[in-house]
């Protein structure tokens, strides 16, 4: 009997050679295909054999085997074979994806589910719903304390195979059938010799009476222009970032690539529980949160503009919330014990579309009615943000203490500008005791900033 995997959360495999199989139902127009990337502690490949799919079919060292489809209607299984006693030194894990060719995209796959089999362990993951999204990292599988482990992952990327190899670090060539470069810019007046339709001969001697050809790159193909994100500097002197990125408190901001569907997921250790949310300043001054739990005067909302959380996710397994605030007093902190030492990761994932309207997005992580005692530096909170074309921004509590009744942690602030998504490191936390959410405002430049404490106090616990 399979056991369900919730997505964020990871167990214990029984072996470490096993089996990862997808499956979904037909449809006309849909087109999924296989992906598996080998990669090391930082979560990129080594090079192009660490990229294993149906042309591509094993990995040198055998660790990952890519499966025929069994034989099933339209291609609808997938499957991958692993063998994790035979990654290389310095590889980590076995990600496996999902990518949708047809132009459906995964909202129109119907019945979609995984299954990763190792010796007596059978565990299911069953996805969120998609929109867009045309790649998928379903699952990791990997060694940890030297104990195999699967992951249940399900993050989207709206550009496909192209974004998913570009988030594992494999170069990819430029698309072929790119429309033709412009021509080159006239040449400043050179010695009087008029070109021929033949190319010319290797440069010669500047004796001769036939001039070299123009030296590269001012060839009739120039280098491309750049990215139309932003130019080289904006004007508070943010640059544009790519691939993966690390931040703390003190570092400058970030500026990445917008893209039309952006991901915020807060992570933390397994054992306990925080809820994750996110306020919502608008262009007109107003600030909207995005929660899956009420807070004084501030009922639940699970969506607004394009900011939306895809759901709680409880201690090892994802459960509703209360329908109404609890007796007074229970679950107080200092009246609990202590958790349980941490296993493995959970994490919430917020969906944020950055429509114009939407000036800032501030993700939020909050110490649950279910948590007990436990600090964010012992939980090991961190927030990523991706931006689902290759660029991930990761911002960690490290500089949290050991208190266990500070509940509210403020990662970093996501800025939408015209020309790209700054990234803003804060790592704030709430005062000792307090359930008060932060609150937005405005200060003299015009800046959105953080009150931390100044907003409502939370229901799912007392204050």
Same mark, same amino acid.
């Given at each position: ?80 074979? $692993? ?9 980590? @894990? ?33 996805? !969120? ?18 104990? +195999? ?39 400043? +007046? ?9 190319? &010319? &001969? ?12 123009? !030296? ?25 970032? @790519? ?89 107080? @902190? ?41 600090? $964010? ?40 500008? &015209? ?18 959410? &932060? ?21 799912? @616990?007392?204050?």
């Amino acid at each position: 009997m399979s056991t369900p995997l919730p997505m964020g959360t990871n167990q214990r495999l029984a072996a470490t050679s096993g089996e990862v199989v997808v499956r979904h139902a037909p449809g006309a127009g849909v087109d999924v295909n296989l992906t598996a990337f080998v990669v090391t502690a930082d979560g990129s490949v080594r090079g192009d054999a660490d990229m294993v799919f149906y042309n591509q079919p094993r990995h040198p060292d055998g660790c990952a085997v890519f499966h025929a489809p069994a034989a099933a209607p339209d291609g609808t299984t997938h499957r991958l074979g $692993f063998d994790l006693a035979r990654l290389a030194e310095g590889v980590t @894990k076995v990600v496996v994806t999902l990518t949708e060719d047809g132009g459906a995209g995964f909202a129109r796959v119907g019945g979609l589910q995984a299954h990763v089999t190792a010796g007596g362990s059978d565990f299911e993951l069953t996805p !969120p719903a998609f929109t867009d999204e045309r790649g998928l990292v379903v699952a990791e599988v990997y060694v940890r304390g030297g104990e +195999p482990k699967v992951r249940a992952v399900w993050q989207g990327y709206a550009g496909g195979l192209a974004a998913l190899a570009a988030a594992h670090g494999v170069e990819t060539d430029a698309a072929p059938d790119a429309a033709p470069a412009p021509p080159a810019p006239p040449a400043p +007046p050179a010695p009087s010799t008029s070109s021929t339709s033949t190319p &010319p &001969p290797p440069p010669l001697p500047p004796s001769t009476s036939t001039p070299p050809p123009p !030296p590269p790159p001012s060839t009739s193909t120039p280098p491309p222009p750049p990215p139309p994100t932003a130019p080289s500097s904006s004007s508070s002197g943010i640059n544009l970032s @790519k691939g993966s990125i690390s931040l703390v408190k003190g570092d400058r901001p970030v500026m990445i690539e917008k893209t039309r569907r952006m991901t915020a997921s807060v992570s933390w250790a397994a054992g306990t529980d925080y809820d994750v949310y996110a306020l919502v300043w608008t262009t007109d001054g107003r600030q909207t949160d995005v929660a899956m739990f009420d807070a004084d005067g501030v009922p639940p909302r699970q969506q607004f503009l394009g900011v939306r959380h895809r759901g709680d996710v409880g201690r090892g397994e994802r459960h509703a919330r209360p329908a109404a605030p609890q007796k007074k007093g229970w679950g107080r @902190k200092a009246d609990r014990t202590g958790p349980p030492e941490p296993q493995g990761e959970q994490l919430e994932v917020i969906d944020i579309e950055l429509s114009p309207e939407i000036d800032a997005v501030l993700p939020v992580a909050y110490s649950a009615i279910t948590n007990g005692t436990g600090s $964010f530096h012992r939980y090991q909170v961190s927030l990523a943000i991706d931006n689902g074309a290759g660029t991930t921004v990761r911002i960690d509590a490290v500089n949290a203490n050991q208190d266990n009744r500070i509940y509210t942690c403020v990662p970093g602030i996501i800025r939408n500008r &015209p020309e790209g998504v700054v990234i803003e490191p804060l790592e704030l936390y709430s005062r000792r005791g307090s359930e008060h959410r &932060p609150a937005l405002r405005l200060d003299a430049q015009g800046q959105v900033v953080v009150e931390m404490d100044a907003g409502p106090a939370n229901q799912i @616990k007392d204050d």
